[in-house]
C-alpha cells in the first residue's frame, strides 16, 4: 500500500463501510461525524450490512478526512481523470478546442443523469498514462464497462493498474497532511475525481491530454483517438483512466438508443432539469438506493441534470473526434456488462443494494444511481478519491459510483499493472484496507487476501480513476462510470466539520489564527485583534516576499465591516476619552494607539509598531511598566488591550474645525403615476407615520436628534413646509429644475416631536393631493441638487431617501435615454451598459460627499431605469439601493416596508473617512465598496452603515519578517447620529511565512471568493465579461497549480491536489463565474445586473456566502433548538417527497416534491393536497402544531441575519417557478451556460495541467 497512504482510511476501499448506508456513519478514521448523513434520501440502497461492494467507504465521508493522509492537511487530492472542456457553455474556453459548450450541449447536459449509452463509449485506454483526457473530452461516452478490445485483460493487470493508481493519498507531504504524493506514475489528482471526468467538459479535447486516452474503442470507433491523440491502445484492459462510466457521460456521441438508454431529450433543458425521459433517478435524497435504472423519472427531482443533455439523438458534432462508437454494448449506459468481465460479477455489484434491483441493469436503465449518471463502476476507487481525502465525497455521495464491484470472476483482483505504468508499481495492500473489496468490510483488518494486489490506496490514476479496481468491481459496474459528485469536496461537509470544530468562544489574541467559518455561530473574546465580524483577511499567513506573494497568486486582501452590528452576548467597541489633547498616536506615521505599540524607557515614551518611530508619551497619559515591560494599567485601557475600540475625537477631527450639527433625513418621494397607481406613494406615507418614531438614537430611552424633511416630485419639486407652528403644512413648488434652490429654510427640517401632527396631516394628503396626476415624466438629477442644498442650508450631514419609480426622461439636468440593447451582451460594448450614461452624477456624487450627504434609492421599475447611472449617487456615498421591480402592494409590500424600516432604524455614521494604515513591508493599493476616493489613500463615506463593507487590498513594497509578522490599522473618523465627532479602530495582526505551504495553510476560501468577486465585478466596467471570466479561471488555476506545484507531495498529472483550507474554491469561483453578472441567463436584465453588481461590491463575507453558495434545508424534520443539515445545491439532491427551504440573502423558496408526504403538507399548508397549495402566497399559514410554529421560526431567524428581507416565494414542483428556484442550484448546470460543479472541477484541473506543463 502506499505508504503515503498514512492512516488507513476507514475501509478498504472498496469495502463497504458497514455502516454505510446508515445516515450517520461512524466517522472513518476521523471522518465526519455521523451527524451528517450523507445523502438526504434514505440509505436504503446500501443495506447496512452489507456494506456495498466496492462502495469506497470513503466516499462518502466528508471531505474533510480527507485523505486519509493526515498529511492531508492541506491538500485534498482529487482525481479528476480526464480533464473536462472548460465549464462554461459559452465560448469554449480557450485551452479546449472543442467548445466545451459541449457541456451544454449533449453532453453536458448529461452530466447530470446518466448518461444515455446509446453507443458504445469508447473505453478509455487503459494504459494511456494519465489519462488527463481520460475523461473523455470527446464527449463520447466511454463504454460504460471497460471493453477491452481484444482479449480483457486479465485480472492481475488490471490490478496492478489499479493499484497504481492510488488516492493520493501518500505519506504526508511537506506540505502537510494535505497533500499526498502521488504516485508517481499517475496522477493523483483528486483521484476521487479522477474517477470519471464527467464527460461534460470533454468536449474540448484536453490539452494536455489528448493523446491521454483514447476513447474506449466501443465499437469499431474505438481507434480513434481522442482528440487526435493516438488512438487507444485497443488492447488497453479498461481504460481505467477513464471510468467507464464516466465516459458514458460523454455519450452523447452515439445516439442513445431510444428506449432503452434513457433518453434525454438533447439538450433540450440545460438546466438542471431532468431530462424528461430519462428516468431520473430519485432525487438525491435517495441517491443511496440505487434505482433500478428503469425507475421512472422523476422528472423533476432529480437533476438529471447530467442527463439532461443528453441527446438522445446523434450525439452533437460537438462530441468529439471520434465518431460515435457503436452503441454500447447493452444499451443501459453503465449498465453493461463490461465486456471483458462476466457480467456475473455484476450481480454482486457493490452495491449490495443497488445493483441487485437492477440485477444486471437492463441495458436501458441508467445507472442505478440516482439521477445522475450511472455510477461508474470502473469509477474511481471510491477510496482513492476520498482518501485523497481530499475529497473526501461528502458522505451522500452515490453509492454506486464508488463503490467498485466485485472482483470479476477471474480476474485476480486489483488492477492489471498499466501497461505505461501509468499506475505506477503495484503497491502492497495497504494495512486496514481491504484489498480488492470483496465486500467484507474490514476496515482495519489486514487485507484480505483475495486482492492480490491489494489496492493500494489508489490515486486516482485518471486513468484508472477512481473506479474501483477493476477487478473488483461488477462488470457492470465497471461500466458505468462517472465522477461522483459526492466523491468531489462538499461545501455541506466543510461548513458541518467547522461547526462541529468550533466548540468553545473564538479568542482573537492569537496572531494569525484564521477565525470559524463565516456559517459557523461562534462567540468571540476581543483579545487584541479585531473581532472576524468587523475583518476578515484572505490568508493569516502573509508572504514574506513580494515574489512569493506573485508565484502563489492569492489575493492578499481584508475585508473590513467597521460598524458591524454585534450579537447580543458581545460588547459593543468601548468609547475612549481623552479629553482635549485627543487621541495618542505616533509622530510620524500617525497610527492611534494599539496594543502594537511597545513602552520603552520605563514607560516614557513607546515605539510605533508600525513605522518603529518612537514617540514620547503625554504626562498625562505617562504609566510605570511591569516587569514584563508592559503598562501597569494595560488591561484597564481598552486601546492597550483590545483589538476594536473608539476614541471621542476632538474638535480638530471635525469639518472646519467646529463641531458636527445633529444629522438630518429626508424623503423625496415621487408622485408621477406609476408611482401612485402602484400603491407605493400611499404605502410610503402611511408607514412614515409610524416609522418616525424609530429614527436611529445611540441611547434607547432618549428620543432621536435626527430633523426631518419631505419633498414630493414628477417633474417639478414640491417642498413642504412643517412647522410646528402651523396648522397645515405648506407647499412650495419650484418648477425651475434647472437650476435647484430650496425654497425654504426656516420649517422644512423639523424635530419629529415637535412638528408631529403637522406631519402626520401632510402624510396624509400627499395620496389624496396626487391620486388623480396624469404626469408620468420625472426628474432625477435635481431632486438628488434639493436635498443636498437642503442639508447645505442646514450645515449638517445626512440622508436622502429617495422613492422612484421610471427612467427621468423629462428635461432637466441628469435627463437619461433608454440605452438597454440586447445586441450589446457578450460584445466588447457590453461594459458600457455598466459605465454611467452621463457624466453628470459623477459630479453631483463629489458633491455630497462633500456635504455629508448619503442617497439611498427605493426603485419601482416597471421597465428599464438605468441603474447603471441612478445607482452612481448611492453607491459613491455610501448609500444603498433596493428594487422592487414590478412593484404590486399585496406582494411586495411586507418586503419593502420591511427594507424601509431596517434602512431608517439602522445605526449609521456620516460624513465618515477611513484610512488603513500597514507596518512597514506592505501597504494598501486597492479599495472595493461603496464610497468615493479622492486621492490614494482616504476612503470617504458620506454615510456608512452597519452593513457595508469595504474590501482592501495589499501588495508588498518591502521584505516582511517571520518575527514581526505584518499589521494593519482601520481606522474611520465618522459622526455618529447622535451628532458626536469619533474615531473607530480596528486593529489586525497576521503572520508571516517564507514557506508557501504555510501560506496555503492558513487562507480563507470565503473571504477570497468575496474578494474575486469585488474584483470581477469591477473588471466588467472596462473589460468583457469574458475576459473577466478567463482572468478569474486563470487566477484561480494559477493558485492551485502552485500548491500542486510547491506544496504537494510529488504525484501524477491525473491527480487533482487542492490545498486542504482552499478545496470549495472550484465549487465557489464557479458560482461567481455563472452569477447573473458575469454570465445572465436570456431573461436576465441589464438594470438586475447592475443592481447585483453595486450590491455585491459591498457585502461582506456572510453574505457573499449565502448568495453565491445558497443554503438548501430539507424540511423533514425540525427539532427546536437546531437546524437541519443542509444539502448541497444540486437537483440530485432533491427528493419528490420532501420540501425544502432554499436561502440566497436575498431570495427564500419553500420547494414542494410533487408527492411530499401529506403530514408535511398539513403541518405546513394546512391541506394534505398538493394541488391545493397556492403558489403565490407570500407568507406561511399560521398553524397552531409544532412543525409550523418552528418553521416560521426558522424563516424569521434567517431574515434577521439578513440586511434585506427575503420575500418568501412556494415553489412547486413542475411549476413554471421552478425555473426560478433551479437558477439557485449552483452546482448543477445553469441555463445560461454555466458549467456544473464537477466540469468545472475538471476544467479546472486541465488548467491546472497546463500550468503545470
Not at 56 to 73: G, M
Not at 186 to 210: E, I, M
Not at 856 to 871: I, S
Request: include cysteine; hydrophobic fraction near 30%; proline fraction near 15%.
Amino acid at each position: 500500500m502506499n505508504v503515503n497512504q498514512h492512516t488507513p482510511m476507514a475501509s478498504p476501499y472498496g469495502q463497504p463501510q458497514p455502516g454505510y448506508g446508515q445516515p450517520g456513519y461512524a466517522p472513518l478514521d476521523g471522518g465526519y461525524p455521523a451527524p451528517y448523513a450523507p445523502y438526504n434520501g434514505p440509505a436504503s440502497a446500501y443495506q447496512p450490512g452489507a456494506p456495498p461492494q466496492g462502495y469506497s467507504p470513503f466516499t462518502s465521508f466528508p471531505s474533510k478526512a480527507v485523505a486519509a493522509n493526515p498529511v492531508s492537511d492541506l491538500s485534498s487530492p482529487l482525481d479528476l481523470g480526464p480533464v473536462r472542456g472548460p465549464p462554461v457553455s459559452g465560448p469554449p474556453p480557450v485551452s479546449a478546442a472543442q467548445p466545451y459548450n459541449q457541456y451544454s450541449h449533449s453532453q453536458g447536459e448529461i452530466q447530470n443523469g446518466p448518461p444515455p449509452m446509446t453507443q458504445a463509449p469508447p473505453r478509455p485506454a487503459a494504459a494511456q498514462p494519465y489519462n488527463q483526457g481520460g475523461m473523455n473530452l470527446t464527449g463520447l461516452p466511454h463504454p460504460s464497462y471497460p471493453q477491452h478490445y481484444g482479449p480483457p485483460p486479465s485480472m492481475q493487470q488490471v490490478t496492478n493498474q489499479m493499484t497504481g493508481m492510488q488516492i493520493n493519498s501518500g505519506p504526508p507531504t511537506p506540505a502537510g497532511p494535505g497533500y499526498a504524493p502521488p504516485h508517481s506514475s499517475q496522477p493523483p489528482v483528486s483521484t476521487a475525481y479522477s474517477a470519471a471526468p464527467p464527460p461534460t467538459f470533454t468536449q474540448a479535447p484536453p490539452t494536455s491530454s489528448a493523446p491521454t486516452q483514447p476513447p474506449p474503442p466501443s465499437g469499431p470507433a474505438a481507434p480513434q483517438q481522442y482528440y487526435g491523440g493516438p488512438p487507444p491502445p485497443s488492447q488497453q484492459p479498461f481504460n481505467s483512466s477513464l471510468p467507464p462510466t464516466s465516459q458514458p457521460q460523454f455519450t452523447s456521441p452515439a445516439p442513445p438508443p431510444a428506449a432503452s438508454q434513457q433518453t434525454f431529450p438533447p439538450s433540450s433543458y440545460s438546466g438542471p432539469v431532468p431530462p424528461t425521459s430519462q428516468a431520473p433517478t430519485p432525487p438525491v435524497s435517495q441517491p443511496h438506493q440505487s434505482f433500478p435504472p428503469t425507475q421512472p423519472p422523476f422528472s423533476s427531482a432529480p437533476p438529471p441534470v447530467s442527463q439532461p443533455s443528453f441527446t438522445p439523438g446523434p450525439p452533437p458534432s460537438t462530441q468529439g473526434p471520434f465518431p460515435p462508437r457503436g452503441p454500447p454494448p447493452s444499451s443501459q449506459p453503465g449498465s453493461y456488462p463490461p465486456p471483458g468481465p462476466p457480467p456475473t460479477s455484476l450481480s454482486s455489484g457493490p452495491y449490495p443494494g443497488q445493483m441487485p434491483p437492477q440485477q444486471p441493469p437492463p441495458s436501458s436503465q441508467p445507472s442505478p444511481y440516482h439521477s445522475g449518471p450511472p455510477p461508474p463502476t470502473a469509477q474511481m476507487p471510491p477510496t482513492s478519491m476520498a482518501q485523497s481525502n481530499h475529497l473526501p465525497p461528502g458522505p451522500q455521495g452515490p453509492p454506486g459510483p464508488l463503490q467498485q464491484p466485485p472482483p470479476q470472476p477471474g480476474m485476480p483482483g486489483g488492477y492489471p499493472p498499466q501497461q505505461n505504468g501509468a499506475f505506477g508499481q503495484v503497491r502492497g495492500p495497504q494495512p486496514g484496507y481491504a484489498g480488492p473489496y470483496p465486500g467484507q468490510p474490514n476496515y482495519g483488518a489486514p487485507a484480505p487476501a483475495p486482492a492480490p494486489a491489494p489496492p493500494a490506496q489508489k490515486r486516482l490514476d485518471p486513468d484508472a480513476i477512481p473506479s474501483p479496481q477493476a477487478s473488483d468491481m461488477p462488470a457492470v459496474q465497471k461500466s458505468r462510470h462517472r465522477i461522483d459528485p459526492d466523491a468531489i469536496p462538499s461545501p455541506i461537509q466543510v461548513i458541518e466539520d467547522d461547526k462541529a470544530k468550533c466548540t468553545e468562544q473564538f479568542t482573537s489574541g492569537v496572531r494569525g489564527q484564521a477565525p470559524p467559518l463565516v456559517t459557523t455561530n461562534f462567540q468571540v473574546k476581543d483579545q487584541g485583534n479585531a473581532s472576524p465580524r468587523f475583518v476578515r483577511c484572505t490568508a493569516y499567513n502573509m508572504p514574506c516576499t513580494a515574489d512569493m506573494a506573485k508565484q502563489s497568486q492569492v489575493p492578499l486582501a481584508a475585508i473590513i465591516k467597521p460598524l458591524a452590528t454585534l450579537p447580543p452576548d458581545e460588547s459593543p467597541p468601548y468609547l475612549v476619552d481623552h479629553g482635549e489633547g485627543g487621541p495618542i498616536r505616533c509622530n510620524r506615521c500617525k497610527a492611534y494607539m494599539c496594543p502594537y505599540m511597545q513602552f520603552i524607557e520605563g514607560g516614557r515614551r513607546f515605539q510605533c509598531g508600525f513605522c518603529s518611530c518612537v514617540t514620547e508619551v503625554p504626562p498625562h497619559y505617562f504609566q510605570h511598566l511591569d516587569h514584563t515591560g508592559k503598562r501597569v494599567d494595560c488591561y484597564d485601557r481598552p486601546e492597550l488591550s483590545l483589538g476594536s475600540y473608539e476614541f471621542l475625537a476632538t474638535v480638530d477631527y471635525c469639518k472646519n474645525n467646529k463641531l458636527p450639527q445633529p444629522p438630518a433625513f429626508i424623503f423625496l418621494i415621487d408622485v408621477s403615476y406609476n408611482a401612485v397607481k402602484s400603491g407605493m406613494v400611499s404605502i410610503v406615507c402611511q408607514e412614515l407615520k409610524t416609522l418616525l418614531d424609530y429614527l436611529p438614537r445611540e441611547n434607547p430611552e432618549m428620543d432621536s436628534v435626527v430633523r426631518v424633511g419631505f419633498v414630493t416630485y414628477n417633474k417639478v419639486l414640491h417642498f413642504y413646509n412643517v412647522k410646528s407652528s402651523l396648522a397645515q403644512p405648506q407647499m412650495l413648488v419650484v418648477s425651475d429644475v434647472s437650476d435647484m434652490f430650496v425654497p425654504l429654510l426656516d420649517g422644512f427640517l423639523v424635530n419629529v416631536n415637535e412638528s408631529r401632527l403637522v406631519i402626520e396631516s401632510l402624510l396624509d394628503q400627499i395620496p389624496e393631493m396626487f391620486a388623480d396626476t396624469r404626469e408620468t415624466e420625472t426628474v432625477f438629477g435635481p431632486v438628488i441638487q434639493a436635498g443636498l442644498e437642503a442639508l447645505k442650508a442646514a450645515d449638517c450631514a445626512g440622508k436622502l431617501f429617495v422613492f422612484h419609480t421610471s427612467l427621468p426622461i423629462a428635461e432637466a439636468p441628469g435627463k437619461l435615454k433608454n440605452r438597454e440593447d440586447k445586441k450589446l451582451i457578450g460584445t466588447d460594448k457590453e461594459k458600457s451598459l455598466f459605465q454611467p450614461q452621463v457624466g453628470f452624477y459623477n459630479t453631483l456624487a463629489k458633491e455630497c460627499v462633500a456635504q455629508g450627504c448619503c442617497v439611498d434609492l427605493f426603485l419601482f421599475p416597471n421597465q428599464y431605469v438605468d441603474v447603471a447611472t441612478l445607482g452612481v449617487v448611492p453607491v459613491s456615498t455610501g448609500g444603498s439601493v433596493y428594487k422592487y421591480t414590478y412593484f404590486q402592494a399585496q406582494s411586495d409590500k411586507e418586503r419593502f416596508l420591511n427594507d424601509l424600516r431596517r434602512d431608517i432604524e439602522k445605526l449609521v455614521g456620516f460624513d465618515a473617512v477611513m484610512r488603513v494604515r500597514t507596518s512597514t513591508g506592505i501597504r494598501a493599493t486597492d479599495f472595493f465598496g461603496s464610497f468615493f476616493m479622492s486621492n490614494t489613500t482616504d476612503v470617504e463615506l458620506a454615510g456608512l452603515d452597519c452593513d457595508k463593507a469595504i474590501s482592501v487590498e495589499f501588495k508588498h513594497d518591502d521584505k516582511l519578517s517571520e518575527e514581526t509578522g505584518a499589521l494593519m490599522q482601520c481606522a474611520v473618523l465618522y459622526t455618529s447620529c447622535s451628532g458626536q465627532r469619533r474615531l473607530r479602530i480596528h486593529n489586525m495582526a497576521v503572520n508571516c511565512c517564507s514557506q508557501l505551504a504555510d501560506l496555503y495553510r492558513n487562507c480563507e476560501t470565503d473571504t477570497i471568493i468575496n474578494f474575486f468577486a469585488k474584483y470581477a465585478f469591477r473588471g466588467i466596467l472596462n473589460n468583457p465579461t469574458k475576459a473577466v471570466r478567463e482572468t478569474l479561471i486563470n487566477q484561480c488555476a494559477q493558485i492551485l497549480a502552485c500548491y500542486r506545484k510547491n506544496c504537494a507531495s510529488p504525484s501524477s498529472a491525473g491527480q487533482l491536489i487542492l490545498p486542504e483550507c482552499m478545496k470549495l474554491l472550484p465549487v465557489y469561483l464557479n458560482c461567481v463565474l455563472k452569477s447573473d453578472v458575469l454570465l445572465p441567463g436570456a431573461d436576465v436584465s441589464l438594470d438586475d445586473r447592475a443592481y447585483l453588481r453595486q450590491l455585491i461590491s459591498c457585502m461582506d463575507v456572510a453574505e457573499s456566502h449565502v448568495f453565491f453558495y445558497p443554503r438548501l434545508l430539507p424540511l423533514t424534520k425540525l427539532e427546536s433548538g437546531s437546524l437541519p443539515v443542509a444539502v448541497r445545491d444540486s437537483e440530485e439532491r432533491l427528493s419528490k417527497g420532501g420540501v425544502y427551504l432554499l436561502e440566497t440573502g436575498l431570495h427564500l423558496f419553500l420547494w414542494v416534491g410533487a408527492s411530499a408526504q401529506q403530514e408535511l403538507l398539513l403541518n405546513i399548508f394546512g391541506t394534505q393536497s398538493f394541488s391545493q397549495i397556492d403558489p403565490s402566497m407570500t407568507s406561511l399559514p399560521e398553524l397552531d402544531n409544532p412543525f409550523s410554529q418552528r418553521l416560521r421560526e426558522i424563516i424569521d431567524s434567517f431574515r434577521a441575519q439578513r440586511s434585506r428581507y427575503m420575500k418568501l416565494m412556494v415553489v412547486k414542483q413542475e411549476d413554471r417557478t421552478e425555473l426560478i428556484f433551479r437558477h439557485f442550484l449552483v452546482e448543477d448546470k445553469s441555463a445560461s451556460g454555466g458549467a456544473s460543479y464537477v466540469d468545472f472541477l475538471c476544467h479546472m484541473h486541465k488548467e491546472i495541467r497546463q500550468l503545470l506543463s
